[in-house]
């Protein structure tokens, strides 16, 4: 059994769309998670020609098959720059840098997997030598802004007993304080390295990137005695591909064309609440503080 799931922007799921999907696929009764927001259905299958009705549909909601069983997880894995946050961070530093235009370019075609990860990491951060530590804390407060629901998803997961986990190729200076806003258990990332007050070039090993991504999967579902598969991972990137193919439900999130393209689950309309309407949540479940 598998559920379709339609999610779109507050007040754009037309009922007339529910309708019609539901009646071409041969699916069960609608259940409205959020009106106008979010409905599901059931299916017998999973429909062969899922990415032509999805290419058609596209402009007016999202639409997502999964299978109905397993659907409440058990663990969060969420990367930071353009997921739990709208930027990326090392963009930001480039831009106080003055090379902004330079590595915002390089940063786009690493994260669309034009590039190797790690090597486009260590040629951006060497742009940033010379910054003052506290040019960090001026762009958290100043250029950095949290994606929309995701203090919803975080206080719902955990109410429902579930862990959450920051991993990020960006940096400990970050996700620090990300973490503490939001309310994530735990926090990886890299580590820019400081002498005398200033960036200097360089970037703390082992970098963390894509196979680090996958270990922090399986190292901490281990801990908690729990599977791969009681996990949901949300990214956009190319280094967060390998941790979204291993998680039970792996989300690409206003993601780049390339990961799009190599994941079952994407959100492009909803916000990180859609990860909730997902897991078979209600808008009336959500907890909000």
Not at 56 to 67: F, T
Not at 176 to 192: C, I, K, P, W, Y
Not at 253 to 262: F, I, M, N, T, Y
């Amino acid at each position: 059994m598998f559920i379709a799931s339609l999610i779109t922007k507050p007040g754009h799921l037309d009922p007339t769309l529910v309708d019609t999907l539901r009646n071409a696929l041969g699916g069960g009764s609608a259940d409205w998670l959020c009106p106008d927001e979010a409905a599901e259905f059931p299916l017998q299958t999973s429909p062969a020609n899922l990415e032509e009705i999805r290419t058609s549909i596209a402009d007016m909601a999202d639409l997502n098959i999964l299978p109905a069983e397993n659907r409440r997880k058990k663990m969060l894995l969420a990367d930071m720059d353009s997921t739990m946050i709208q930027q990326e961070c090392i963009d930001e530093l480039a831009e106080e840098a003055g090379v902004g235009a330079h590595v915002k370019d390089i940063t786009a075609r690493a994260m669309n997997g034009e590039l190797d990860f790690e090597a486009a990491l260590i040629e951006r951060v060497k742009l940033l030598q010379g910054l003052p530590e506290s040019v960090i804390d001026k762009v958290v407060q100043t250029r950095i802004t949290l994606m929309p629901g995701g203090k919803t998803l975080l206080d719902t997961m955990h109410a429902r007993g579930a862990r959450c986990v920051l991993v990020s190729g960006g940096f400990t200076a970050f996700t620090s304080r990300v973490s503490a806003l939001l309310g994530f258990d735990e926090h990886r990332a890299n580590t820019l390295l400081i002498k005398d007050g200033k960036l200097t070039g360089e970037v703390g090993r082992p970098i963390l990137g894509r196979e680090a991504k996958i270990q922090a999967l399986a190292e901490i579902t281990a801990r908690q005695d729990i599977t791969e598969a009681d996990v949901i991972a949300v990214g956009d990137g190319a280094n967060d591909l390998g941790m979204l193919g291993r998680a039970g439900m792996g989300v690409a999130l206003h993601a780049k064309p390339s990961v799009q393209a190599e994941c079952d689950l994407r959100v492009n309309h909803g916000d990180l609440t859609a990860l909730l309407y997902l897991q078979g949540y209600a808008k009336s479940d959500f907890i909000k503080t």
